[in-house]
């Protein structure tokens, strides 16, 4: 893992890319709730012809706790990432928290993005107590309900117990902030606000962040692209990540402009 020393925190990421393509803006990953770098499928972090780098929020992977309680300061650690990298223009791509996590930033910061990627995201995300309350009162049951959520029926076990080996690698307290995070997160009132290509991806069986969620952004969110994907869950990027990918890079070549010698 390379890391970066930001203030009192470090923060673990990987960059991938070779060959990047003149003029093709750079590809930040964030992940979501008790997730890591790895959430992202390599069909992602080695996409063709562009600089990827994908963050451990704090708390997470690689990078030392604490976690943080709110998606806007997790917005102001992606702040200070790009800014360490000196990423001055660039796509942003999140899921699920990391997708409210990408909201937030562009809210904010829309000058600095080429465009944003929102996977099984929502201007609003609700959270089950089962999932908030129960990632401290009984973490086993908390991170089984969650892998049961996060899928679709097609997914094999194996893929699910690998998932929920590494949800249980968390501390309980940054899983909780985490949900906390994304219970308090609201900005259905601004996103309409977002003048940037956006484009938006859920699983058609998403039971975490239905694709009802999806579809508003893209009612609210002009020029918004949606696709909703067959034969997956909330974990879309895991069960289908050649679409996700082919999505992604679809994305990308659009928004690259090769200099003019």
């Excluded at 928290?97 to 929102?118: K, P, S």
Aim: aromatic share 8%; glycine share 8%.
């Amino acid at each position: 893992m390379e890391t970066i020393v930001i203030g009192n925190r470090t923060l673990a990421y990987r960059s991938y890319g070779r060959h990047v393509a003149p003029g093709r803006p750079p590809l930040v990953l964030v992940h979501g709730a008790g997730g890591n770098h790895l959430v992202w499928p390599p069909q992602v972090r080695y996409l063709e012809h562009t600089a990827v780098y994908a963050l451990d929020l704090p708390g997470h992977g690689e990078s030392p706790p604490p976690g943080c309680a709110t998606v806007a300061a997790y917005s102001e650690i992606v702040r200070d990432f790009v800014d360490a990298l000196e990423l001055p223009w660039f796509v942003l791509a999140g899921h699920s928290l990391g997708g409210a996590i990408a909201l937030d930033f562009a809210l904010a910061y829309a000058y600095r993005l080429a465009g944003i990627v929102l996977i099984g995201a929502g201007a609003r995300m609700k959270v089950s107590p089962t999932f908030l309350e129960g990632t401290l009162t009984d973490f086993a049951n908390a991170t089984a309900q969650m892998v049961e959520y996060s899928y679709h029926t097609t997914t094999s076990e194996a893929e699910k117990q690998r998932y929920l080996r590494a949800l249980r690698e968390n501390d309980p307290e940054t899983l909780y902030g985490d949900f906390l995070a994304a219970a308090n997160f609201d900005v259905r009132d601004r996103v309409e606000s977002l003048q940037i290509p956006t484009l938006i991806l859920c699983g058609r069986h998403d039971r975490m962040t239905p694709p009802t969620l999806s579809e508003m952004l893209h009612a609210r969110i002009a020029g918004s692209r949606l696709h909703l994907i067959e034969d997956a869950g909330h974990n879309v990027l895991l069960e289908q990540p050649a679409t996700v990918a082919t999505y992604l890079g679809c994305f990308l070549d659009e928004l690259t402009t090769p200099d003019v010698p």
